[in-house]
């Protein structure tokens, strides 16, 4: 188990390999990955390189064909679904660049939705946890409203609080930026910063070469194999 100074995420020997039709294609090549606690981390690379698939792969979203996974000190692998969704939902805390809200629940509705299926304090305290996160993200004046009213920056934001309503360890963002404007990319980027300054550890996905270089740890997936800040040497 995680003793406080263990990785969040340890990545080991990881492979993955997908049928195609004209055979298997091996996505990912024997990855080893480390991401230590309150570290910062973009993930870059061309489409097809893998980035989302190893994304995939640390959310428990999907599963290796080989190698383990440990997200805050437990292993994924050998977790049932059931097991796994649950312990996605306490400890990995997911980002979509479509936001990925549900359209018939209000805002704080959406955010309530990982406490309740967790069964995370009473309902009162996950409603007061809901509100003081939509009051952080600054969105707290739009909780009552539908996803579809809200602007992308605001919808974005209220994405970000419901990542965060269990307090989870970790945060996991594919491309959050990708769907804004630059000034609001800019803000957004600009909470994952104070979130981290908070203790939390945080990757990303990014095609922005500016908030790449604002990473203080950015690594490189190219042909399914990992590369760390450019430096031409495979990560193992």
Request: net charge neutral; charged share 20%; proline share 6%.
């Amino acid at each position: 188990m995680n003793n406080g100074t263990a990785a969040v995420v340890q990545v080991q020997d990881l492979i993955k390999d997908f049928q195609g039709p004209y055979g298997t294609i091996q996505v990912l090549k024997k990855i080893n990955l480390s991401v230590q606690p309150g570290e910062m981390v973009g993930v870059c690379g061309p489409s097809g390189s893998g980035k989302s698939t190893l994304i995939n792969m640390i959310t428990g979203i999907d599963r290796p064909t080989s190698g383990t996974i440990d997200i805050a000190g437990s292993q994924l692998n050998g977790m049932s679904e059931n097991k796994l969704a649950r312990y996605r939902g306490l400890h990995i805390g997911v980002v979509f660049q479509f936001f990925q809200l549900l359209p018939t629940l209000t805002i704080i509705e959406n955010v309530l939705l990982p406490m309740d299926f967790c069964r995370k304090g009473t309902p009162r305290q996950r409603y007061e946890r809901a509100m003081s996160l939509l009051e952080q993200m600054g969105v707290a004046d739009q909780a009552h409203k539908l996803p579809a009213s809200l602007s992308g920056g605001q919808q974005q934001r209220a994405a970000i609080a419901r990542s965060l309503a269990n307090d989870p360890p970790l945060i996991v963002a594919d491309e959050p930026t990708g769907n804004l404007d630059s000034k609001t990319a800019q803000h957004v980027f600009h909470i994952f910063e104070e979130l981290v300054s908070q203790g939390k550890t945080f990757i990303m996905v990014t095609h922005d070469p500016g908030l790449a270089r604002r990473m203080p740890r950015v690594i490189e997936v190219l042909d399914g194999r990992l590369y760390e800040n450019g430096n031409g040497n495979g990560v193992h």
